[in-house]
């Protein structure tokens, strides 16, 4: 398996989402024959600072001769980011054979171990492999239930812990500091940085329960040129300082500076100068403190001055925290939406909370009168959609057609693609099923947009069943094809960087054609293609210019068998027009309908699984969690 292969395989495992807790990661580890319980491990948790932290005590460790490895997360442009072993990353090689490994091992699991679980595992295995003297691991999400857990560590550390993540760890900070201070042990000393009140309890109970010397650090060291910017950096660095002269007892304080000033860690205050003489920043301040951090070093750089702000983060962030702190410093503020399935978590979506709870959430609430006085006694129900934000769908159906209503309604749209998919939790589709209401979904055009193509596609299919059911005169018409498709391919990103499409939903495409282009800014010059693996239909394209590594670019229908039926309907710029979007349809006879199947799977179960996620909203610290991979 080679390294886009694996890493699509890996990021597959996203679906499963989070799982906090060790019973799968101690089951993965026992069942790798490696010394992992002999690493000697430096362990990392807090909610600021925690990568800058493991870059300082990482840098330390290498100016004094030591072979280290580094375990973060996420990464920012590759995947191989998350593991270097002496400041180096993973070669994709190696990834590509530890995840095969692994693939193969957890194949007839019965539960399968999540992205993060796969990826720790896999970091610990490479570090004993390269017999490292040192390993650094940052924590992923919380302490106490994170997969990084499995580890017994030579020194526990504690960067300041703050609100973020509540929705998992806790309301309050003392809530959160008890998930954190689960990585602490019995006779491991812990290294903390200065804490809030109810942090500093926290840690100081958990640590006099467990018989583990605690050691807070109030004062801060007098370091200067600090390789990393902000007065904040100084206490990371000092935190580091602390930890590594705990974990190599004899070490020298000035041979800890060396270290401290030659440290490295991307997109932390990280300035670009232009020749236009205005400077880029780069920052990822992803909570209130972050925020409150990058306006003091912005001041501490430039004055008075203000900036543009260019604004994305995850849907269950502070957000109006963080932008009402950004605007201290910003003369314009732009908000844009991040490609990430974290960002398409947006649980305030009433078409993920049907038949909806009277007694939940306000979204619940109106998913349930809408459900009691709309749909729960209709015959049948066509439910109209558009792609979410940073893509656009050709104009398809989505139905269940193992239900019987479901499958007839499907067909009378009168549409040239079906999707043969179970719907999803939550789904209006799912809502319908379950009382044996006939339910498609039509998907066309984007967020945000109107699509001319997709808006016509949407009517002809509605007045087709509307004629049908025989609610208006007319015979409903029929395309002179259909392919009903129960699986395909997710084309997705190798690495992260500028995309550039080359096409559009609703091409057609040849084996090894190029559909899109991946760039670095930082290499200019080198990119990455992905191309058609065969021939078929891209029936949902990424439209935002920017990716990342693992992040879908392209929906790809291969219908290589059948592309032949498609060669009628392709206008000069090589897209499939859709039945309805062209001029006045021709009615025919069912029988005279070339109907084709398209075998596959649908990773998760459902074609709407590599776009969404989602969450046990009520679950309590301790439960399992489906949710965003990681901390970030």
Request: overall charge negative; hydrophobic content about 40%.
């Amino acid at each position: 398996m080679d390294y886009e292969r694996a890493i699509k395989w890996l990021y597959d495992r996203q679906d499963l989402g989070i799982k906090l807790g060790l019973e799968n990661i101690r089951k993965l580890i026992k069942s790798i024959p490696k010394a992992i319980d002999q690493l000697p491990i430096i362990h990392v948790a807090g909610t600021n600072g925690k990568g800058s932290t493991c870059a300082f005590i990482d840098s330390i460790l290498r100016h004094c001769g030591k072979k280290t490895g580094l375990f973060t997360s996420p990464h920012l442009i590759s995947f191989c980011e998350r593991i270097r072993v002496n400041g180096k990353p993973i070669s994709e090689r190696d990834i590509s054979k530890r995840i095969n490994d692994i693939k193969t091992l957890v194949n007839d699991w019965n539960e399968e171990p999540t992205f993060f679980e796969i990826t720790t595992a896999l970091a610990l295995e490479y570090f004993v492999d390269e017999k490292v003297d040192a390993a650094v691991i940052e924590v992923g999400l919380g302490g106490r239930l994170d997969s990084t857990n499995i580890v017994r560590p030579k020194v526990c550390v504690i960067t300041p812990i703050g609100l973020d993540h509540q929705h998992i760890l806790g309301e309050s900070i003392s809530e959160i500091a008890t998930e954190k201070a689960g990585i602490i042990k019995s006779g491991v000393p812990v290294i903390s940085s200065h804490q809030h009140e109810e942090a500093r309890l926290v840690l100081e109970t958990k640590s006099n329960e467990v018989g583990a010397p605690i050691k807070f650090i109030d004062e801060l060291l007098a370091i200067e040129n600090i390789s990393l910017k902000g007065k904040h950096q100084r206490e990371n660095a000092s935190l580091a300082v602390a930890a590594v002269k705990t974990f190599l007892p004899n070490i020298k304080t000035k041979d800890c500076l060396k270290g401290i000033c030659t440290t490295t860690w991307r997109g932390r205050f990280e300035q670009f100068r232009q020749d236009s003489k205005f400077d880029i920043v780069v920052d990822g301040a992803h909570n209130k403190e972050g925020a409150l951090a990058l306006i003091s070093t912005w001041k501490e750089i430039y004055g008075e001055e203000k900036g543009i702000v260019i604004f994305s983060a995850a849907a269950n962030k502070d957000l109006k925290s963080i932008i009402k702190s950004l605007s201290e410093i910003a003369s314009l503020i732009i908000v844009t939406d991040p490609e990430t399935p974290r960002k398409l978590a947006d649980y305030n979506e009433i078409c993920r909370h049907f038949p909806g709870d009277m007694k939940g959430s306000t979204t619940k609430r109106v998913a349930a009168q809408t459900w009691k006085y709309l749909f729960s006694d209709v015959d049948a129900i066509v439910d109209l959609h558009s792609a979410g934000k940073g893509r656009s769908n050709m104009p398809q159906l989505r139905a269940d057609l193992a239900h019987p209503g479901s499958n007839i309604l499907a067909k009378a749209f009168g549409i040239e693609i079906i999707l043969d998919s179970k719907p999803p939790s939550g789904s209006l589709r799912k809502a319908a099923i379950q009382v044996d209401i006939p339910v498609i979904t039509y998907e066309g055009g984007g967020a945000n947009f109107l699509d001319n193509e997709a808006v016509k596609v949407a009517m002809h299919g509605v007045l087709n069943v509307l004629r049908s059911l025989r609610m208006i005169e007319g015979n409903p018409h029929r395309p002179r094809f259909r392919i009903l498709a129960s699986g395909s391919h997710w084309l997705r990103a190798g690495e992260g960087g500028l995309l550039d499409m080359f096409v559009s939903s609703g091409s057609v495409m040849r084996e090894g054609e190029v559909i899109a282009t991946i760039s670095d800014p930082a290499t200019p010059g080198i990119t990455v293609d992905i191309v058609a693996p065969e021939d078929g239909l891209i029936i949902g394209a990424a439209t935002n210019p920017f990716t990342a590594a693992g992040m879908p670019v392209g929906h790809f229908l291969p219908i290589s068998k059948h592309i032949k039926l498609l060669n009628d309907q392709i206008d000069e710029s090589g897209r499939f027009l859709v039945s309805g979007s062209q001029g006045e349809p021709v009615w025919r006879e069912e029988i005279e309908v070339d109907e084709v199947a398209v075998d596959g799977n649908w990773s998760g179960g459902s074609v709407d699984s590599e776009w969404t996620v989602t969450k046990e909203q009520n679950a309590a610290p301790g439960d399992t969690f489906t949710d965003n991979e990681e901390e970030a």
